[in-house]
């Protein structure tokens, strides 16, 4: 008898513990998302020759009207975003990145095409002359 009480309790917390898990399982997916895969994931590929850095960043479905590249302080900034027929927003893109200090901000082109950001920025020209400084 007592064996069976004893069962029966731990049966008993076994199902307590199992539901309040299962509870708490199910609620975690039943709060707000705080994090969407679209905010973050747009793949970037990187390239450079002797004269420019170029970067790729595939936005599908992004209009040019949805897209703002501005550069300042050696930072590209990039801002999309892409909106449902209901003029809901579904996607939103930041990205900063950083432009090495021998690239010419103002040189900066940028051009949507098929779902891809294409950027360009050359190196600055590089002054090799000599200038003699006069001593005061």
Do not use: H
Request: net charge neutral.
């Amino acid at each position: 008898m007592t064996s069976l009480v004893l069962r029966d309790m731990f049966n008993e917390e076994e199902n307590y513990v199992t539901k309040t898990f299962d509870r708490l399982f199910n609620n975690m997916f039943s709060l707000p998302i705080l994090w969407n895969e679209n905010d973050c994931c747009a793949k970037t590929y990187y390239e450079s020759n002797e004269n420019q850095l170029f970067c790729n960043i595939e936005l599908p479905g992004i209009r040019k009207e949805n897209l703002k590249v501005t550069v300042g302080n050696n930072i590209i900034k990039i801002k999309a975003k892409k909106f449902d027929k209901s003029n809901k927003e579904i996607f939103n893109f930041n990205r900063s990145l950083s432009i090495p200090s021998t690239y010419d901000p103002l040189s900066l082109n940028a051009e949507l095409s098929n779902g891809i950001l294409e950027i360009s920025i050359n190196k600055k020209k590089s002054d090799d002359k000599e200038i003699e400084i006069k001593i005061k």
